[in-house]
């Protein structure tokens, strides 16, 4: 069965077509209600991805999203965020009620501003639509104001300072929207804690089984069903350690076994590890340990 490619909507005044929306009143940036959507076209029904960024504080949700290969409903307040070329399918087949505001803003528009380089460390644009912002209602109060805020610079008469406005209030918008993830992970700590578990035990049972092949963020976060980029957050915020970091130091842990335990050579515990050269794997030991594998082996003589 051959595959149906995702709809692309390419530009603002597409989104704004698609969606039965009057003409945006800047060609790279637009806030409208979602309620004043039409969001069951023809071309969202489907698969479909955006070559701009949009951020959605949507209140009345309640349809069926895909992403990757596993399924979600939502029926409550959450904040969204699609980075250019992200992929979504909606999977709903009835129509829903969804109210709420959406801003959505073309990297052109923020190109020459520090924003351009800041927006692409937020890891948040890359969460599966699972890790939605669940947002306090105090919290919630403090997004809508500032995407209201945004609304009515762009609803004004645009003159020199109208840009500069509203990209201040984008950013000041993303930091919140950093800042409430990071209290998002920390209530979150009973949840993501067993999540560390099933971490752990994959680890361990990977490396017990297929040395030769070193596991990859990815190759976690798809046995989680979580995104790679919300797994590294959410273990930095509970470890200070990303996925990548978490997978060396298991990898050195076995690897010290090894040493500790057996004849094997330095290249022999390499090549089990999937290392194509002993000197990589020399080099990221000394790294975290200090010291060469020989080193410490040498440690038990």
Known sequence: ???????????????????????????????FHLEDSM??????????????YCVSLKKGFKGKFKYGQRYYDF????????????SLENLSEEEYELSGICLSFHPDFIRNY????????????????????????????????????????????IDGFSQDVMIAHIDLLLTY???????????????HHDLLDKIELLLNEHFDTHKEILPTVEFLASQLNVSAGYLSDMLRSLTGQTAQQHIHLHLIEKAKELLANTHLSVGEIAYQFGFEYPQSFNKLFKNKTGVTPLQYRQSFN
């Open 39 to 52: 969001h069951r076209a023809e071309e969202f029904a489907q698969k479909f991805a955006l070559n701009f």
């Open 75 to 86: 029926d409550e307040g959450m904040v969204s965020f699609i980075a250019p070329h992200q």
């Open 1 to 31: 069965m051959k595959v149906k490619p995702a709809y692309i909507v390419n530009s603002i005044s597409e989104q704004h077509r698609i969606l039965s929306l009057p003409k945006p009143l800047h060609p790279l940036m637009s806030v």
């Open 114 to 157: 520090p924003l351009a380089k800041k927006i692409k460390e937020y890891g948040f644009f890359s969460y599966a639509t699972n890790e939605a912002l669940h947002l306090s209602e105090k919290e919630e109060q403090m997004i809508e104001t500032i995407l209201k805020n945004i609304e009515a610079e762009y609803h004004s008469s």
């Open 177 to 191: 929207c950093n800042r409430f993830y990071n209290r998002q992970f920390l209530t979150r700590k009973a949840v």
